[in-house]
């Protein structure tokens, strides 16, 4: 069974830095691309960054390019977002998650860690 466990959120005022984390059990990471997504209060989820198997690329939404930084550590089945220079904007709820062939998510999702960014 695959469970993804996301940490690291918290308050932040804008401007400042934050590290999130996902330990993922269940399946090995290195044979996926994969991703952070971030759901804001009445939003749909979206996809943030996402980094391939061997870190070759990373992709990253137009709205956290040049700010956030997605990596991975394959030995620990982990993967990170670097988050600096935040805006009240990137408030929301961060999940990450295995991207499929089809570029959809996995079907389990784990409970996500909270940022908030206050102005």
């Known amino acids: 069974q695959v469970q993804l466990v996301e940490s690291g959120g918290g308050l932040v005022q804008a401007g400042g830095s934050l590290k999130l984390s996902c330990t993922a059990s269940g399946m090995d990471i290195s044979t996926y691309t994969m991703g952070w997504y971030r759901q804001a209060p009445g939003n749909q989820r979206e996809l943030a960054a996402s980094?391939?198997?061997?870190?070759?690329?990373?992709n990253y939404a137009d709205s956290v390019k040049g700010r956030f930084t997605i990596s991975r550590d394959n030995a620990k089945n982990m993967v990170s977002l670097q988050m600096t220079s935040v805006k009240p904007e990137d408030t929301a709820v961060y999940y990450c998650?295995?991207?499929?062939?089809?570029?959809?998510?996995?079907?389990?999702w784990g409970q996500g860690t909270q940022v908030y960014v206050s102005s």
């Open positions: 980094i391939t198997r061997g870190s070759t690329t990373k």
């Open positions: 998650n295995y991207i499929n062939r089809n570029g959809k998510p996995g079907d389990s």
